[in-house]
Structures are given as structure tokens and as C-alpha cells.
């Protein structure tokens, strides 16, 4: 049996090593830098395609941004998918004074970002990416960016006084997450990536406070068709993690797909060379299509 931090790191250089892949076009959606989206157009002049909303990963850290994702957003469009990678402010690269780890996320502004993003799409995909048809929207995202598309789809049922609520359930053909941080207790349980969870939400006495508006497995049911695709050798982000999460959905009466990969680890699901990552592909088209 191949040793798991090998394997993880095997797979993690893989990922790392494809080159960047510009965008056909990008639209800022706030006046901040990382207020960004990029745009990758269907391969092959194809029009009126599903659009899928891209959330990279990263543990909230500022070091991570959506660069690392864009192979995965070039490999989705040769499929024939408009997508939208969205960039947001994430974590500064001060450590925390308790530890090592540069900090996970920003509180609010991670969620106003999601928030103001996915709130945007709709308009600027009419301007700037005439290809896609954003009435067929499924949301993705990888790790950390695994539960702000879990979150994305669950703003409908964010605690009354939210400033992210919104009185309908969002117009989305459905999410699929991929090896989410999906359960923040079994991910602080855990420890999962240094402590992230709790960094983002911040100190002790905000956490339980603060969870009801974040955590995915706070925020159901939620109505809209999720799948969750999880590697079971995944190291980073356990998938025990995402068992959690589909526990908790089906306690709240819900039903959420979980695909669970043998001998595939946490980077496999958005590497293009990799065969999970085909895997990938085709449970979001099942869904926007």
C-alpha cells in the first residue's frame, strides 16, 4: 500500500504542474482586487450551455487563489460548459500567534464575497459570456471552496437577520462538491488543514455563533440537488468529513449523493490528468444538462 503522504504529494505536484489557462474574459463584480471573475467560453462555438459557477479551494488562505483551478475550468469547457471561476477575499498570511498556519479566511468578508458574486452572475454573464445560459447554473467547488458552494446553494435557509439570506431558494440546476469541508465538527474533530475552520470563524466564543451561518451541515435541508464526490484516500480533507455531511442531510430529510472514489486522494477530483477528474466532469453534466 503506497504511503499516504506520498501519494498525496504525488497527486498534489501533479495538479500543480499544469500551467495557468487564461480566461476568455474577466468582470470584477466590487471594487476589491480579488472581486474577480473569469469567464471560459464553451469549446467548439457551441451556445445556450449550462453554466457552472467555479469555487477554488485552498483552506480560506490568502496563498491559494483561483489560479490553480483553471485547468479545471479549461477542462470543463472543452466539454462544452460555460464557466465562471470566482476569486474572493480569503485569509492574510499573518499567522495566527498560536500557531504556524497563515490565517483561513476573513469574517465577513469571505461570504460577502460568495454572496455578491454569485448574486452578480446572472448580469454579467448576459454582458460578457453570451454562450451561457445562466437559467442552467451548477455550482462546484473544491475543499474550502467545497463549502462555499454547499453555502452558496443554502443562503435561502441562513438564519432570519442574515445579511446573506435571500427569500427564495437560488436558481441553481444543483452543486456538486468536491472533498467539501462540509461538517465543521467532524473537520475540527479532525483538525482539518491546520485548524481552518476555527481560524475562520474566529476566536472560541464567535464559533458556535458564527457556524449557524456557515456550516453546511447547519444549513439543511436545502431543496437543491447536491452531490458530493470524495476521494477515500483523501488525507487533506477526510472523508469522513463528507459522510458527516450527508448524515446530517439525511436527518434533515434530505437526500445528498455521495460518490466515493477508491485509491483517489484530495487533488485527483480537479486535476485534468487524472481519471477522477473526468468523473467530475460528468456528474456536473448530469446535473446541468
Known sequence: MPDPAARDAAESDSLFSHPVVAPDASAAYGEHPDQVVDFYAPRGGLVDVPLVVMLHGGAWRARYDRQHVTPFAEFLARRGLAVANVEYRRGSEIPQQRGSEPVAGRWPETFDDVAAAMDALPGLVKDVLPQADARRTVVTGHS?????????????????????????????????????????????????????????????????????YADPAALLPTGIATTVVQGRT???????????????AAKAGETVGLTLLEDVGHFPLIDPAADACAVVAEEIAQLAW
Open 234 to 248: 483523501d488525507i487533506v480533507v477526510p472523508y469522513a468529513v463528507s459522510e458527516a455531511y450527508v448524515d446530517a
Open 144 to 212: 474550502a471552496g467545497g463549502q462555499l458552494a454547499l453555502w452558496a446553494a443554502a443562503r435561502h435557509v441562513l438564519p432570519a437577520g442574515s445579511p446573506w439570506r435571500l427569500a427564495a431558494p437560488p436558481t441553481l440546476r444543483g452543486v456538486v462538491a468536491l472533498a467539501p469541508i462540509a461538517d465543521f465538527a467532524k473537520a475540527v474533530e479532525l483538525d482539518v488543514c491546520g485548524g481552518a475552520v476555527t481560524q475562520l470563524l474566529g476566536s472560541e466564543a464567535e464559533f458556535d455563533g458564527r457556524s449557524a
